[in-house]
């Protein structure tokens, strides 16, 4: 004769075999930490490689100027105050700095010839850059912008141009500038280099992408002697024109910082991703590349034509921050589809848990909890077997692959386990589904909500189609007694 609590246990298994199943899905949120974990650290290791690529190859690069610098000398006349033997008196103050001169015009034309850094099972891409140079500056009146401007040393002025990453910088040509040729020097003259080098640590550019190069980016400048003195009068126009090399990765930008700014960047690379405001103007991306055009007024800059004193390393900075330009879009990185899937995991499990739940209620033979278990464990290695085969082949063959491997090996565990081919196939064809569902989820990150609803609607529907008959039997199994 039963007991009460085995007559209980009996009536109410239905019910009760769905709050284990409950139990054992919040329970494998621990697996599937631990195993978000492991895909982290995998992804924090990828750009580890890329920041050291960009170390030795040279990271994002990032062009500032042309600027033309002209030092000057200020005299500032102070009161000083009367002692009890000296009388009130003025004095001279004297103070040198250079002042920053932006262009009139500015053409930046790049093209860029990619090719692929690999690491052990990382890549990526690099790329050399020819960049033409030019424009004009004009000689501007520094009276009506600098106060106290006692002179100015023409004969001494220089003209500058900034690069973030100077290991990448493989060749400058000869500055071409008012009918002659200057050879560009390493720095900046004198100690407005200062201004250069503080650009690293002022500018978030340098924070937010990995192959920036983080606190290792060598921002620095290059330098050409140009002896301005038969040009100093305001209004002056002069020409200039020079080629650069580089070589880089993770993008390419340019500081707008003429009155008139164009860029134009032609490239092999499919994956273009254009950064900057404004975006680019005309654009064209195709299988085998890409080409885009900026052209940015002066209004839209958002600083002046002339900088002096302490305010020049900010307006820099800025600049810097400001550059518009193109990342390398990276449409097969398999980190961030394998952080998205692992985040549904819950949801996948508890899915394929009430499809078993379901088809249980088609036969007599019932799944134990513990095969409830060796089930969810192992959609958990799903994970470990997605990424461990993406680094190798690629997201969209690893998916395949990892997911025919569980799905055969659930379906044929789950057919053995109740005795019946056509429920284990049933359950093979469940995940199969499941699978390709949340693969169309994870590729199309617009519509994944939209998606995953619909996978909740889908898992409570079948709950309910489940368990509606459980009172019922309580119900005749009383009345039975």
């Known amino acids: 004769m039963r007991s009460w609590l085995e007559n209980f246990l009996k009536d109410q298994g239905g019910g009760l075999k769905l709050l284990l199943i409950g139990f054992l899905t919040l ?3 621990i697996p599937l930490s631990m195993v978000e974990g492991v895909i982290s650290e995998r992804s924090w290791r990828h750009k580890e490689v890329l920041a050291d690529i960009a170390r030795q190859h040279g990271g994002e690069q990032r062009l500032v100027g042309p600027f033309l610098l002209a030092p000057y000398v200020t005299e500032t006349s102070i009161t000083v105050p009367a002692t009890e033997d000296i009388p009130e008196r003025q004095r001279l103050v004297r103070s ?3 002042a920053v001169i932006l ?10 010839a990619h090719t692929m850094r690999e690491r052990g099972v990382y890549s990526a891409p690099v790329y050399g850059a020819d960049v033409a140079v030019s424009g004009a500056f004009v000689t501007p009146d520094l009276r009506a912008v600098i106060p106290n401007l006692k002179s100015v040393q023409w004969e001494q002025a220089a003209v500058v141009i900034g690069v973030s990453d100077l290991i990448g910088l493989a060749a400058a040509g000869d500055l071409a500038v008012g009918g002659g040729k200057q050879a560009f020097e390493a720095g900046a003259p004198g100690f407005a280099g200062r201004m250069f080098g503080r650009i690293k640590q002022t500018s978030p550019a340098y924070r937010d992408y990995p192959q920036s190069g983080g606190a290792d980016a060598r921002f620095g400048a290059i330098h050409a002697r140009v002896n301005f003195a038969s040009r100093s009068e305001p209004g002056a126009r002069v020409a200039f024109k020079t080629a650069l090399n580089l070589k880089g990765s993770g993008g390419f930008f340019m500081a707008p910082a003429a009155k008139t700014s164009q860029l134009v960047i032609e490239g092999d690379w499919p994956h273009p991703s254009f950064q900057g405001a404004p ?3 005309t654009r064209e991306v195709t299988a085998e590349g890409f ?3 900026w052209a940015v007024p002066a209004l839209a800059r958002g600083y002046g034509a002339v900088w002096h004193g302490d305010h020049a390393k900010s307006l820099l900075a800025d600049a810097v921050q400001g550059a518009i330009g193109f990342r390398h879009a990276r449409p097969d990185d398999f980190y961030v589809g394998a952080e998205r899937a692992v985040k549904y995991g819950v949801l996948f499990v508890a899915l394929t848990f009430l499809a078993c739940f379901v088809l249980e209620r088609f036969g007599g033979r019932r799944l134990h909890p513990a095969q409830y278990g060796l089930v969810g464990l192992s959609l958990a290695l799903f994970y470990l077997l997605l990424i461990s085969l993406a680094e190798r082949i690629g997201l969209a063959g690893a998916y395949i692959s990892a997911a025919a491997v569980i799905a055969l090996m659930n379906g044929a565990y789950v057919g053995a386990s109740l005795s019946s081919f056509k429920r284990g196939a049933g359950a093979g064809g469940a995940l199969a589904i499941l699978y390709a569902a949340f693969y169309v989820m994870l590729m199309s990150e617009d519509d994944a909500l939209l998606i995953g609803s619909g996978l ?3 898992g409570v529907g079948l709950a309910m189609a489940a368990t509606a008959r459980i009172g019922k039997r309580q119900a005749d199994s009383v009345s039975t007694t």
């Open 103 to 112: 262009p009139e015009d500015l053409k930046v034309s790049a093209k860029l």
């Open 279 to 281: 975006l680019p103007g």
């Open 456 to 458: 909740l609607l889908l």
């Open 96 to 98: 040198e700095g250079y």
């Open 27 to 29: 329970a494998l949120l």
């Open 291 to 293: 080409s885009a055009s």
